[in-house]
């Protein structure tokens, strides 16, 4: 899926005086600082001898120089100036001589790019509405997982959530309606559907309010015993004890007594809980949005973007939900939670015996059946 607009870098983290290499979409890129400052994109391969352009400098202003002859190139990646021939080479306006350039943009301190063959679509179309919204605080954080973009993604909305993330901080601090929400609710989620073509979203997003520990919605999930007998292992039951509900007890205790203001944030139905193409994932807290985007590097590795979205209504909240982002949410959330993911998603094999999915498999597939029929191609002409 290369005709999207993809999260690649952040633009701090490139300087101004050289180069910074990255493995986007199977491709070789070097971002640069151009002439007014924007962080810019070049193919990382000199056409002259294929040196990495990213190994080069910035001697002029929006422009980089390859460190094996020095053929020098601006934003757009025209050759301007061949610095081991001198002034006069003939190379410069040669056929063939120029480095592919891809588009980018900037937004609330993230670059995106373009890396598709046909003509860039609008980036709102592909990227979530609050980095255009200017009074929304978007704080991000980013990883890189040594596996396939499909099930880096893949692992959301299944059964796997309460299994894998057990004894994860975002599980054990859960009050019992979420921990019982977390542990039945395998094939008890609403039906999706397809929204604009981009997205796959759920059709009640309700179902999935953790924080509500008060909503009565007579499922399945809400008459399970937290333990539950399973007669294939001569009626052993899981979970093996009740220490995770009675920790639950309390944490509604604390909830109930430190209840923050909630609302539901997200108003645009294409935005809301689900995956939006091409692959992002969206979850509406009422505190605060959580989003997942997967970057393709390869076919074994992917970059894993979050996006913390909030609005803070006075500096002093946005001064202190950045402090709490860097000092524990993206440890807890990224590093803890989906640490778990990471470290099974990373071991999944593509090379045995095909797949035999089960009814709470439903979103994976229905994902894949978005992709398959309503990814974008590149412009016919």
């Known amino acids: 899926m290369t005709e999207y607009w993809y999260p690649a870098i952040a633009d701090r983290k490139v300087p101004r005086r050289k180069g910074v290499r990255r493995t986007l979409l199977g491709q070789e890129v070097v971002f640069f600082r151009g002439k007014e400052g924007q962080v810019v994109a070049l193919s990382n391969w000199c056409p002259h001898r294929n040196a990495s352009l990213a190994q080069g400098k910035c001697h002029f202003a929006g422009t980089i120089t390859c460190p094996y002859h020095g053929l020098t190139f601006d934003e757009t990646g025209e050759a301007k ?11 410069i306006g040669r056929r063939g001589a120029d480095a592919r350039s891809f588009p980018t943009q900037t937004h609330k301190g993230l670059v995106f790019i373009w890396m598709g063959e046909g003509k860039p679509s609008p980036i709102a179309e592909d990227v979530p509405p609050e980095f255009f919204d200017p009074k929304s605080l978007v704080l991000f954080s980013q990883q890189r997982w040594k596996a396939n973009w499909r099930p880096a993604l893949e692992n959301l909305q299944d059964s ?3 299994y894998v993330h057990r004894n994860s901080l975002e599980v ?4 019992e309606h979420g921990l019982n929400l977390l542990l039945h609710m395998g094939p008890e989620r609403p039906p999706t559907k397809i929204v604009n073509g981009r997205a796959l979203v759920f059709e009640n997003t309700r179902f ?25 292992l001569g009626g052993a039951k899981f979970p093996r004890t009740k220490v995770r509900l009675h920790l639950s007890h309390v944490m509604g205790f604390l909830r109930r007594h430190l209840r923050q203001e909630r609302d ?11 995956v939006h193409l091409p692959t992002t994932f969206r979850f509406d807290y009422q505190t605060h949005v959580y989003s997942r985007a997967v970057t393709p590097k390869n076919a074994d590795e992917s970059w894993i973007f979050y996006y913390n979205t909030s609005y803070p ?3 002093l909240r946005r001064l202190r939900h950045r402090l709490n982002y860097v000092l524990y949410y993206d440890w807890k959330q990224h590093r803890n ?9 990373e071991e999944i094999s593509y090379k045995e015996p095909q797949e035999k999915f089960s009814s709470s498999d439903a979103f994976p597939l229905a994902y894949r059946l978005l992709v398959t029929e309503h ?6 002409d």
């Open 81 to 91: 100036a061949f610095l081991g021939e001198g002034a006069r080479s003939r190379y």
């Open 160 to 162: 796997h959530a309460f």
């Open 172 to 175: 054990l601090s859960q009050d």
């Open 208 to 232: 999935f309010d953790f924080q509500d520990s008060q909503q009565k919605r007579k499922t399945n999930i809400e008459r399970a015993e937290f333990q539950e007998t399973y007669p294939g």
């Open 264 to 274: 539901w944030m997200v108003k645009d139905e294409e935005w809301s809980l689900g």
């Open 313 to 315: 209504a006075t500096p």
């Open 337 to 345: 939670f989906s640490g778990q993911d990471k470290r099974i998603v």
């Open 375 to 380: 990814s974008r191609k590149p412009d016919a």
